[in-house]
C-alpha cells in the first residue's frame, strides 16, 4: 500500500528564511507524487507534482521540491519565505488504479511565517 | 470560470436531517471524487466515479450516497446526519492520463 509521512506537523520560519517541509513516501510502484497548499477556509491548490521525469521538480510561488528515490522522499523547499506562504501543506502520493487517480494524503504541515 | 465549483460553501443543520452537496467541473474531466477532511485537517478519499461510474467506495457509510449525472457533475447526499459527519467535503476532478486533481474551494458541513 502506498503511503506518505509528513514530518513535522508545525512549521515555524522567520520571513526570508530558507522554507523545508518534509514529506517520505512508501510506495511499490514508482510513485507520483504531489504537493499542495491549503490556504484558509479555501481549497487545495496543486504547487507541484513529481511524475517520473525530472528528479528536481519547481513549481508555482518559488517553491521546489527534490525526488529522491534512495531516501524516499520528496521534500519541498523555498529559499525565502513570504508572509503569504502561511498555509497547510499537503505532499501526497498518486495510487493509480487504472480508471482512476486516488490520491494519499500527508497529515499536513501547518507553516507559520514571522515578521 | 471556476474550474470546480461546490454548493454550497457552508451548511449547517440538525443532527437527523438529510443534506445534499453539489459539485461541477468545466474541465472536460472524466473522474471526480470526494474527499472529506476532518477537524484535524487529514484528508482521505471517500468516492471517485469514472464516466458516472463509481470506481472507489472507500467504506464508507451508506447513509452517503454518490451520484453522477454526468461526467461533469458529482453530487453528495448524506441521510440521517450525525455529529461525526461534520468536517469539510471536497471534490475534485482529474484527467485519468493526467494523474493531477483540481479541487474544489470546499463545502465546511456542520451538524448541531
Known amino acids: 500500500a502506498q503511503s506518505v509521512t509528513q514530518l513535522g506537523s508545525h512549521v515555524s520560519v522567520s520571513e526570508g528564511a530558507l522554507v523545508l517541509l518534509r514529506c517520505n513516501y512508501s510506495?511499490?510502484?514508482?510513485?507520483?507524487l504531489f504537493w499542495y497548499v491549503q490556504y484558509p477556509n479555501q481549497g487545495l491548490q496543486l504547487l507541484l507534482k513529481?511524475?517520473?521525469?525530472?528528479?528536481l521538480v519547481k513549481g508555482i510561488n518559488g517553491f521546489e521540491a527534490e525526488f529522491k528515490k534512495s531516501e524516499t522522499s520528496f521534500h519541498l523547499t523555498k529559499p525565502s519565505a513570504h508572509m503569504s506562504d502561511a498555509a497547510e501543506y499537503f505532499c501526497?502520493?498518486?495510487?493509480?488504479?487504472?480508471?482512476?487517480?486516488?490520491?494519499?494524503f500527508g497529515t499536513g504541515t501547518l507553516l507559520a511565517v514571522q515578521p | 470560470d471556476t474550474a470546480v465549483s461546490q454548493t454550497p460553501k457552508y451548511l449547517v443543520t440538525q443532527m437527523g436531517n438529510d443534506k445534499s452537496i453539489k459539485c461541477e467541473q468545466n474541465?472536460?474531466?472524466?473522474?471526480m471524487y470526494w474527499y472529506k477532511q476532518d477537524s484535524k485537517k487529514f484528508l482521505k478519499i471517500m468516492f471517485s466515479?469514472?464516466?458516472?461510474?463509481?470506481?472507489i467506495n472507500e467504506t464508507v457509510p451508506n447513509r452517503f450516497s454518490p451520484k453522477s449525472p454526468d461526467k461533469a457533475h458529482l453530487n453528495l447526499h448524506i441521510n440521517s446526519l450525525e455529529l461525526g459527519d461534520s468536517a469539510v467535503y471536497f471534490c475534485?476532478?482529474?484527467?485519468?492520463?493526467?494523474?493531477?486533481?483540481?479541487f474544489g474551494a470546499g463545502t465546511r458541513l456542520s451538524v448541531l
Open positions: 475534485a476532478s482529474s484527467l485519468n492520463r493526467d494523474r493531477v486533481s483540481h
Open positions: 466515479y469514472n464516466n458516472k461510474e463509481l470506481i
Open positions: 510506495s511499490s510502484v514508482p510513485p507520483y
Open positions: 474541465l472536460g474531466h472524466d473522474t
Open positions: 501526497a502520493v498518486s495510487d493509480y488504479g487504472g480508471a482512476t487517480n486516488k490520491l494519499i
Open positions: 513529481y511524475t517520473s521525469a525530472a528528479t
